[in-house]
């Protein structure tokens, strides 16, 4: 399985300003993604992270809202831009490990007051 | 399109007892079939998949699920549950493989599940 980690854990953000969330795993995968899981509730594609090329963003998310970067094959990272209260989420990313199976990170607990 | 469903929000269980927790899909192919966990303040951890072969499949922590193709189902069982299997269960399917264009993993709403001592 892959090992994946997540930075930051948590924070808490001001209305307006802007967070990256930084995805590390800790071998080369070819597919990386990033979900949003909204208080109690479940799991939502946000986008698939390309390597070398621009992000597939899934239908209610848009590029200048979530801009993703992924400039090599074990890093990725994805900015919630000028946020507001509805952002508070856990963003999860995740992997395509071997055998069909996706591994996720430990996500990001963000607050935006 | 792709779903799954999750009839339940919450199951308890007594600790020692058998525990199910329901999944039933909807996919235009052939299923590709998972169950994740979800402990408190951490991530999602990968317990079991269904891609193809054995309809019973075993897991970790002593988990295992059937795949029912004639009633689209996928539930999750355990023989003897702890009281540390408290956790959100999600059931997840994609009809294609990882790698296919328009894969898209959907997850179900979510099932809590309570063991009490």
């Known amino acids: 399985s892959a090992v994946i980690s997540q930075k930051p854990s948590r924070d808490i953000c001001q209305r307006g300003t802007s967070l990256t969330i930084q995805c590390q795993v800790d071998?080369?995968?070819?597919?990386m993604f990033w979900y949003r899981q909204q208080p109690g509730q479940s799991l939502t594609l946000i986008a698939t992270a390309n390597q070398g090329s621009e992000a597939t963003y899934e239908s209610g998310f848009v590029i200048d809202k979530f801009p993703i970067s992924r400039p090599n094959l074990t890093f990725s990272t994805l900015t919630v831009s000028n946020m507001s209260p509805e952002d508070s989420s856990i963003y999860l990313c995740s992997c395509l490990a071997v055998q069909e199976t996706q591994y996720f990170g430990p996500g990001t607990r963000l607050l935006v007051l | 399109a792709q779903s799954v469903a999750q009839p339940e929000d919450q199951v308890n269980v007594a600790e020692g007892n058998p525990l199910t927790v329901k999944c039933t899909y909807s996919v235009s192919g052939n299923p590709y079939l998972f169950w994740y966990v979800q402990y408190p303040n951490r991530g999602l951890q990968f317990l079991l998949k269904?891609?193809?072969?054995?309809?019973l499949v075993k897991g970790s922590y002593g988990f295992e699920a059937e795949f029912n193709k004639s009633q689209t189902s996928f539930h999750l069982k355990k023989p003897s549950a702890l009281v540390s299997d408290s956790a959100l269960y999600f059931c997840?399917?994609?009809?294609?493989?990882?790698?296919?264009?328009?894969?898209?993993?959907?997850f179900g709403g979510g099932t809590r599940v309570l063991v009490k001592p």
């Open positions: 071998s080369q995968v070819t597919m």
């Open positions: 997840a399917v994609r009809d294609k493989p990882l790698r296919a264009a328009g894969n898209k993993l959907t």
């Open positions: 269904y891609i193809t072969g054995d309809n």
